[in-house]
């Protein structure tokens, strides 16, 4: 069965700061990789995806994320963080072909200090 | 906004009674997905239709539990003799059936949030 793991609860930094926020996954195969974020009270927005090709993936407000087979992560990055991004990250995973679920892990709170 | 869109936002029940929750996905998607989600924890997958075939669903989807997607467009999330237990987050998401890199993503609504007492 496939799994993900944020090891962090809460990651702080201050604005302006690089910003990493860490997932490594057990899958087996060669995984699909996704990051969303959700902000308080409201649903989980998409961040960016790695399905193929190149291991650093860009995606939205700034974020991207490199995939990493031989540690099995997917970090996502910001190289100058806001205070708006401040909000929960989920990191999921899905095998390819058949299951068409997504695992998440638990989520860890961004913290961005003005 | 042509998001997916779901309904209520919030529902308070008294244990024992039943509630449907209603999802709307995004108008080409075919697929649609239910997940619940817990406070401080990660989404957890429920079930899945493709186009109006419900494909899997969850250990965690208990008979007390029944998804419908009857003409292959909204769906509803139905919990019959609700428990305390059953207080949660519940997210519909949808994607695209078609074949490419697109399919994959699954885009979530804003969720409902259900409180049993």
């Known amino acids: 069965a496939q799994s993900v793991a944020q090891p962090e609860d809460q990651v702080n930094v201050a604005e302006g700061n690089p910003l990493t926020v860490k997932c490594t996954y057990s899958?087996?195969?060669?995984?699909?990789l996704f990051w969303y974020v959700q902000y308080p009270n409201r649903g989980l927005q998409f961040l960016l995806k790695y399905i193929t090709g190149d291991n650093l993936v860009k995606g939205s407000y700034g974020f991207e994320a490199e995939f990493n087979k031989s540690q099995t992560s997917f970090h996502l990055k910001k190289p100058s963080a806001l205070v708006s991004d401040s909000a929960l990250y989920f990191c999921a995973v899905r095998p390819p072909g058949g299951n068409n679920r997504l695992a998440f892990g638990k989520g860890n709170q961004v913290v961005v200090i003005p | 906004d042509t998001g997916v869109s779901q309904d209520p936002r919030h529902k308070i029940t008294k244990r024992g009674q039943n509630v449907t929750f209603r999802c709307d996905p995004i108008?080409?998607?075919?697929?649609l997905y239910w997940y619940r989600q817990t406070l401080g924890q990660g989404p957890e997958f429920l079930t899945y239709f493709q186009n109006e075939a419900q494909l899997e669903k969850s250990r965690l989807l208990s008979d007390r539990f029944s998804a419908e997607r009857p003409k292959g467009s909204f769906s509803t999330l139905e919990i019959q003799r609700t428990e305390q237990g059953d207080s949660a987050m519940y997210l519909c998401a949808s994607s695209l059936g078609t074949s490419g890199e697109n399919r994959e993503t699954q885009y979530f609504g804003p969720g409902t949030r259900l409180l049993v007492l």
């Open positions: 108008s080409e998607h075919n697929r």
């Open positions: 899958v087996s195969g060669n995984p699909y």
